[in-house]
């Protein structure tokens, strides 16, 4: 292994100098500052560096009173983001902002009376308060300018009404509720207001807006699932712009919403009249766009509008509500359960549940820590208070004990909500359906006839199709004739293959009728299991060869970009540790591909099954270790194409009958041109729990997130836990546990207990070191797949100590640096780069 090359090293060194030199300057221009000794008079104002917000006093509206605020600069009407005295204002134009004598920030008046105090006494000298072009004014020393941990007060800690992006809040955990935004009074008064807006931490966080006094919800955003706040379908494609909530530790988080777009400026505020608004700047109309506005009043987001047990739709954009199944109003208009529950404290019960799906889920649930979805039911089953419960990906188990309070049915997107009824109301349901199965059965008839009639017109094609395929034809030699030939899928959305004929090895192509005889008519009982796009089922060639055969579902539409992405990325790609295409099959409306059989299935029938895993002893762990890391090595570093595999998991992870491990599942991988390192994503894919933070925040994508998917499978394979559903008492998933022993000094107790007698201990703590190392939140400071081949056979090798580094911190030349395949490390005024190369 090849290490620092010098030459890169003192450009980036020159690169950090010129950077920090350009700080320096930066620093020097004072219109942005405010430095011990300087005073800001009513009229003085300071602007941010590039012009973007303006501090100084300024009256609203109507107002006769002075407040002291931060409001965008150059607007002819004055947007006002941030308010110091809101409660305390100053009559009269003698008001005087400066840092005052024990260095705390403060407003006062002519004589010399404080208005209002940062409270933040410090003893430094050379203290200066500077506003940055993100809205954010900042009390630090001089020599600390910009360095956001070195703060000594923000003003983005204290917001007012508005949240301006890239800013972070955080929160405390276990205070519960943070209501960190109020309202203004009115729009001339920015006292504190009747609403607030923050984020209940409770359970699984929710943004909430609230009445200020009485406490009552007014709207809330549903649940936080690490990806998106499940109450807000269309927030599927809105989370790219970078909302997220990052947990720091047991007690602290923070929310902060990414702008990509540093020219659009956005806000999100509580209004004086209780509106949750986001906002952005039309500079064609110079007027601020509503981008939303909730809850509309007398829509199904305005909170708990069909009251508890209720469940509120919208018919013809009207919202519409009713009781949930076995529940019915009662006179005074309540919705009530209609047959008790069956509840008895032993457990059994005649109970069941009705599943519902698409909603919004109730309020205030509780979480379960258990394993599976079979385990929540049970332990809503088990406990006489549970009215219901759901198993969501990513948060976990939910149960509710309470009523079941804002629920709403969504057109699409939304959770599954099993609502917990008795036996008899459960019969009603099943009645019900049946009624609607006869009826059904006569309407049936009709369409069976016309079902029938295309069946057999779809036959003919196929037909059509077989004859001059003959039996086992020759491939065509590039995709495009492939394309032409077969009038294959739109290619425009895998960019990266354009115009790049396919060359690889020649593929056999298999007819429709081969594979069908094959697999006995894709039987359910030959089906192994369902991949990507489609079931995949076990098959037997005439010659007597065993195959697994991907058919790709006709219903979904946006398989057939996997498909075609996976057939020309894996007939490309020969290595031991990768799953081995032997041929195809398209015709007609059939796309298929045909694997080599493996008879061990996958490694998470071993895994995490309580009997099975035991076959798994240390050394056979290690080996499937090992070659995982050589297999994403040659995709990553070694093959021709650079590839980034981007749905790494156990169940991806096939064992041949020696238990070797090949991965499989390319449908989601990409190519990486030559320079081309590091990508973006309008569609983030992958699994829940293996998604490395910066893709699943920014949906960007290096090889780095697939060490990152790496490391998280390496927790697996070592502790026998899923990551996604693991819970113990005070991690909420394996990732955290793991960081919580490593912290602790104790790793060697998540090594799984089944094979502690087979394990070779320093091996074992060897690989727990290397899976830290790939499940930092940096994507810089993680490993990549060369080093960690490396780390992985070296024997004693001193590896470098893991850190939890948050990784919005990275500035973007680090992420640059990163994307090329370096990997630096970063101390506090040297960065080092060195570059891993082939042995
Ligand atoms: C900026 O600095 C100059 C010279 O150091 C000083 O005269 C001026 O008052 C400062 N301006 C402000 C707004 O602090
Ligand atoms: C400024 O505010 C006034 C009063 O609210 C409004 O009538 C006017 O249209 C606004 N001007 C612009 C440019 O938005
Ligand atoms: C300062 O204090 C004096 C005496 O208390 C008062 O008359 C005067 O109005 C005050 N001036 C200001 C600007 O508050
Ligand atoms: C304050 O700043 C001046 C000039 O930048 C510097 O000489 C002095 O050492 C600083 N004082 C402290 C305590 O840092
Ligand atoms: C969070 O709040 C709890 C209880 O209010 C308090 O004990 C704890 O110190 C707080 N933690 C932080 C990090 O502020
Ligand atoms: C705020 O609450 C007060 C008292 O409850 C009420 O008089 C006032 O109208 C409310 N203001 C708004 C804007 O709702
Ligand atoms: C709103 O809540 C804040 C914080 O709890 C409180 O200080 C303020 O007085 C409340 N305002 C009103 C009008 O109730
Ligand atoms: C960023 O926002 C500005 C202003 O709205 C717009 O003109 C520009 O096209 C946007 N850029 C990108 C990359 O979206
Ligand atoms: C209707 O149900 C509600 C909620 O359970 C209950 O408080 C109320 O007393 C009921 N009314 C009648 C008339 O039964
Ligand atoms: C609870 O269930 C057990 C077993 O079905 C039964 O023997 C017992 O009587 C039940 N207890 C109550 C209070 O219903
Ligand atoms: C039953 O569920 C309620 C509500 O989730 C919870 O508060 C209570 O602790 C649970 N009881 C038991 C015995 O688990």
């Known amino acids: 292994m090849g290490f620092t090359n010098k030459t890169q090293k003192n450009i980036h060194r020159i690169l950090f100098i010129v950077l920090l030199h350009f700080l320096h300057v930066f620093a020097q221009t004072n219109n942005s500052r405010i430095d011990q000794g300087q005073v800001i008079r009513d009229g003085d104002t300071i602007i941010s560096p590039t012009q973007v917000f303006e501090l100084g006093f300024f009256s609203p509206g109507n107002s006769r009173f002075k407040y002291v605020g931060i409001w965008y600069y150059g607007f002819q009407n004055r947007t006002v983001a941030w308010v110091a005295n809101r409660d305390n204002p100053i009559s009269g134009d003698s008001g005087v902002f400066r840092i005052g004598n024990d260095g705390s920030l403060i407003v006062t008046d002519g004589n010399g009376t404080v208005y209002w105090s940062s409270n933040s006494p410090s003893a430094a000298s050379n203290l200066t308060a500077m506003l940055f072009d993100n809205g954010n ?76 006094q009485s406490r009552r919800r ?131 019960t005649t109970d069941g549940f009705f599943r519902r799906t698409g909603v919004k889920l109730p309020d205030f649930a509780d979480q379960l820590v258990v394993g599976s979805s079979d385990d929540c039911k049970n332990g809503c089953l088990m406990n006489c208070s549970c009215n219901a419960y759901a198993y969501v990906s990513g948060i ?58 295309l069946l057999w017109r779809f036959r003919r094609s196929l037909k059509e199709c077989r004859s001059p395929c003959g039996k086992t034809k020759t491939p065509p030699s590039t995709l495009e004739a492939a394309n032409s030939q077969e009038n294959l899928v739109d290619m425009s959305g895998q960019q990266e293959l354009d115009g790049k004929p396919y060359e690889g090895p020649s593929l056999p192509l298999y007819t429709f009728s081969v594979l069908e005889a094959a697999t006995d008519g894709f039987a359910n009982k030959n089906k192994l299991g369902q991949g990507g796009f489609g079931p995949v089922h076990k098959g037997i060639l005439p010659g007597g060869q065993e195959i697994a055969v991907k058919r790709l579902s006709r219903s979904s539409g946006q398989g057939l970009v996997e498909f075609k992405n ?18 195809y099959c398209i015709e007609g409306e059939e796309r298929m591909l045909v694997y080599e059989y493996m008879p061990n299935k996958s490694l998470d029938t071993f895994l995490f099954d309580a009997t099975k895993k035991t076959e798994l002893n240390w050394k056979t ?49 990409r190519i990486f041109g030559g320079n081309q390192n590091e990508a973006n994503t309008i569609r983030v894919v992958g699994t829940y729990g293996y998604m490395s933070p910066e893709y699943a925040m920014e949906g960007l994508f290096s090889v780095k997130s697939d060490v990152y998917s790496f490391g998280v499978l390496l927790l697996e394979i070592i502790s026998g836990h899923r990551n996604n559903s693991f ?56 490993p990549t797949m ?3 081949v490396f780390m992985l056979e070296g024997e004693n090798t001193s590896l470098p100590q893991p850190t939890e580094v948050d990784i919005t911190s990275l500035s973007s030349v680090e ?8 990997e630096i490390n970063i101390s506090s005024n040297d960065v080092t780069i060195t570059e891993v190369s082939g042995r």
């Open 396 to 453: 976990g188990c939910l149960i509710w004990g309470g009523n079941l309070v804002d629920v709403e049915q969504f057109g699409q997107g939304g959770e599954t909500l099993f609502i917990r009824l008795a036996d008899a109301d459960l019969e009603s349901g099943k009645k019900a359906s049946k009624t609607l199965v006869i009826a059904l059965s006569v309407t049936g008839a009709v369409v069976l006839g016309i079902i029938l009639l």
């Open 786 to 788: 060369a080093s960690v």
């Open 727 to 782: 819970r113990s008492h005070d991690s909420t998933n394996l990732i955290r546990h793991a960081w919580k022993l490593w912290k602790e000094g104790k790793p060697d107790e998540l090594i799984d207990p089944s094979i502690i007698d087979s394990c070779d201990k320093t091996e074992a703590l060897q690989c727990i070191h290397v899976a830290m190392l790939c499940v930092q939140s940096s994507a810089v400071q993680r």
């Open 566 to 583: 996976e057939m020309i990325l894996i007939a490309k790609l020969q290595h031991r540790n990768l799953v081995r295409l032997l041929g």
């Open 621 to 669: 762990r290690f080996n499937i270790i090992e070659g995982i890391a050589r297999g994403l090595l040659y995709l990553h570093r070694d093959s021709r194409l650079r590839i980034i595999h981007r749905d790494l998991k156990v169940s991806n992870i096939l064992l041949d009958e020696e238990m070797t491990p090949k991965i499989s599942d390319f449908g989601m991988a």
């Open 137 to 212: 004014l900042m009390l630090s020393t001089v020599q600390n300018i910009g360095v956001d941990t070195d703060a000594i007060w923000r003003s983005c800690d204290h917001p007012t009404d508005t949240y301006l992006p890239n800013l972070r809040v955080y929160l405390n955990i276990t205070a519960g509720d943070s209501r960190s935004f109020v309202s203004w009074r009115n729009p001339n008064d920015p006292s504190k207001g009747n609403y607030s807006m923050g984020v209940d931490t409770r359970g699984s966080p929710q943004v909430v807006a609230w009445e200020n």
């Open 815 to 822: 992420m640059d640096l990163i994307m090329e395949g370096r």
């Open 218 to 348: 007014l709207w809330r955003s549903g649940h936080w699932n690490y990806q998106i706040f499940i109450g807000i379908p269309q927030m599927r494609s809105l989370f790219l712009y970078g909302f997220n909530l990052v947990t720091v530790n047991d007690e602290l988080m923070y929310f902060i919403f990414n702008n990509r777009n540093a020219t659009l400026l956005m806000r999100f505020m509580v209004q004086w009249n209780g509106l949750v608004q986001q906002l952005t700047w039309n500079s064609q109309t110079s007027t601020w766009d509503v981008m939303f506005s909730l809850p509309s009043s007398g829509s199904c987001e305005e909170y708990n509008r069909c009251g508890d047990f209720g469940l509120c739709r919208i018919v013809n954009s009207a919202s519409v509500c009713s009781c949930m199944e076995g529940f019915d109003r009662n006179s005074t208009g309540a919705c009530v359960r209609r047959t008790r529950l069956n509840c008895n404290s032993t457990g059994s």
